[in-house]
C-alpha cells in the first residue's frame, strides 16, 4: 500500500494504487464540483418540471378539469417545460408533464388531464 493525497483536501492516506479520495465525503465534494454547471442545469429544469407536475395535479383533481391561462400563470406555470407532446388524429395538441396534461382550447381556456 502506498501513501497518496487527496485530490479533494489534499491529506496523505494509504489505500489501493488507483485510489484518490481520503473519504466518501472528499470525493463527493471533489464530484458536485466538478459537475456542477452542468449538475445546476439538470437540477433547475427538474424543480421546474416538478413544480408545474404539481401545480397540474393540484388543479386536476377529477382527471378532467377545464381552466383559464391566467389561473395558471397565478401559479407560475411554465408553458415551455413539458416531458412529451402527443398530437391526436385530429390535430389537437396535448402538452404532458408525466402524466399530467394540457390541451390549449379557445378563449385562452385549457383542458386538463390525467393519463391512466
Known amino acids: 500500500m502506498q501513501k497518496q493525497q487527496c ?4 491529506e496523505p492516506f494509504k489505500g489501493r494504487i488507483d485510489k484518490k479520495f481520503c473519504t466518501d465525503y472528499c470525493r463527493n465534494s471533489y464530484n458536485n464540483k466538478v459537475n456542477k454547471d452542468s449538475k ?3 437540477r433547475n429544469t ?11 395535479s393540484d388543479l386536476n383533481q377529477s382527471g378532467k378539469t377545464k381552466i383559464t391561462r391566467a389561473k395558471l400563470l397565478t401559479y407560475n406555470f411554465d408553458f415551455n417545460l413539458f416531458t412529451s407532446i402527443y398530437t391526436t388524429k385530429t390535430g389537437n395538441t396535448y402538452y404532458y408533464i408525466y402524466d399530467q396534461g394540457y390541451l390549449a382550447l379557445d378563449n385562452d381556456f385549457y383542458l386538463l388531464i ?3
Open 114 to 116: 390525467k393519463k391512466d
Open 46 to 56: 427538474n424543480n421546474r418540471l416538478r413544480k408545474n407536475y404539481k401545480t397540474l
Open 7 to 10: 485530490l479533494e483536501c489534499g
Open 40 to 42: 445546476n442545469l439538470i
